[in-house]
T-cell receptor, first 116, second 116 residues
Framework: GAGVSQSPRYKVAKRGQDVALRCDPI?????LFWYQQALGQGPEFLTY????????KSGLPSDRFFAERPEGSVSTLKIQRTQQEDSAVYLC??????????????FGEGSWLTVV | AQTVTQSQPEMSVQEAETVTLSCTYD???????LFWYKQPPSRQMILVIR??????QNATENRFSVNFQKAAKSFSLKISDSQLGDTAMYFC?????????????FGKGTKLTVNP
């Protein structure tokens, strides 16, 4: 497809379980972002990649959260030992180059995580 | 710290009428980007309009236009000839640059309902 693709779209995890969320950015896009959106809130920044380099991980809420983009294309957000407060929509976004150069940021439809 | 404030949690408008959504932000930067995103129930964030701070002219995209007041740090969105398909959450966002990182900082959103 032509857009940002995320999988799974919906995930129910038992508390303490590990989860992995996948993002396929638009082909050729250098910049990739992960955001977390809790119910009734705006998205909050988690991490930013430029190619395979993770330039900013300041938004990751704890050391249970880990993101990677080993070949500079597909990215995975991993959450270990999930807690109920991790329940949210996880949005992935990409842009061709750096957004500050005027490049549009395109978002995926998100992965809805519910921790029970 | 850069923050984005949307003071209207919910708004409604009659079809074909005009509505304005407000947004204020706080930054010490002199050049930056501001955005309005639309989020329908599918949760995919869709770019509505973008404004570069150094440009004096307010951005317009068909029925959507902004009133950008740099000194007042205000960035409102006007939707003309409202359509039922405009019903969605609308988020104002600021592009923050720090070191090698770039990230969008979002407000909490305004839920817009267009009534027939």
């Amino acid at each position: 497809g032509a857009g940002v693709s995320q999988s799974p779209r919906y995930k129910v995890a038992k508390r303490g379980q590990d989860v992995a969320l996948r993002c396929d950015p638009i082909s050729g896009h250098v910049s990739l972002f992960w955001y977390q959106q809790a119910l009734g809130q705006g998205p909050e920044f988690l991490t930013y990649f430029q190619n395979e380099a993770q330039l900013d991980k300041s938004g990751l809420p704890s050391d249970r959260f880990f993101a990677e983009r080993p070949e500079g294309s597909v990215s995975t957000l991993k959450i270990q030992r999930t807690q109920q407060e991790d329940s949210a929509v996880y949005l992935c976004a990409s842009s061709l180059l750096r957004p500050s150069s005027g490049n549009t940021i395109y978002f995926g439809e998100g992965s809805w995580l519910t921790v029970v | 710290a850069q923050t984005v404030t949307q003071s209207q949690p919910e708004m409604s408008v009659q079809e074909a009428e005009t509505v304005t959504l407000s947004c204020t932000y706080d930054t010490s930067e002199s050049n930056y980007y501001l955005f309005w995103y639309k989020q329908p129930p599918s949760r995919q964030m869709i770019l509505v309009i973008r404004q570069e701070a150094y440009k004096q002219q307010n951005a317009t995209e068909n029925r959507f236009s902004v009133n950008f007041q740099k000194a007042a740090k205000s960035f409102s969105l006007k939707i003309s000839d409202s359509q039922l398909g405009d019903t969605a959450m609308y988020f104002c966002a600021f592009m923050k640059r720090q070191g090698g990182s770039e990230k969008l900082v979002f407000g909490k959103g305004t839920k817009l309902t267009v009534n027939p």
